[in-house]
């Protein structure tokens, strides 16, 4: 599976944004895709997941009423879309995957995908 990440860009804060990640090659084999993304300086952390069987998305708490996750498959695309954006969610964000089923529990963890994206920048000015 290849992961192409896009939609980053400079925005003001208070503003939008929709990335996108599509996936190529051999889709069928994976349920878990996930949004993380790395600030400078600091550690990839969790924004949000969806999985093919399992119904409910998961977001970290600092997304949450703000970013929305979703899928549509037919294009092998998983989207997040960005609301009231703020200047501390500027960073690289990366889509990744996951073959198989993985606990709701441990989508927070980029250990457990198996695919990456190259990341694509957001930047939010205050």
């Known amino acids: 599976v290849q992961l192409q ?21 051999s889709t069928f084999s994976y349920d878990l895709t996930g949004w993380f993304r790395q600030p400078p300086g600091k550690e990839r952390e969790f924004v949000a997941g969806i999985s093919r069987t399992h119904g409910t998305p998961s977001y970290a708490d600092s997304v949450k009423g703000r970013f929305t996750i979703s899928r549509d498959g037919a294009k092998n695309t998983v989207y997040l879309q960005m609301l009231s954006l703020k200047p501390e969610d500027t960073a690289v964000y990366f889509c990744a995957a996951r073959r198989g089923r993985l606990a709701r529990s441990a989508w927070y963890g980029p250990q457990y995908y198996d695919y990456w994206g190259q990341g694509t920048q957001v930047t939010v000015s205050s």
């Not at 990440?5 to 090659?25: K, M, P």
């Open 5 to 25: 990440a896009s939609g980053g860009g400079l925005v003001q804060a208070g503003g939008s944004l929709r990335l996108s990640c599509a996936a190529s090659g």
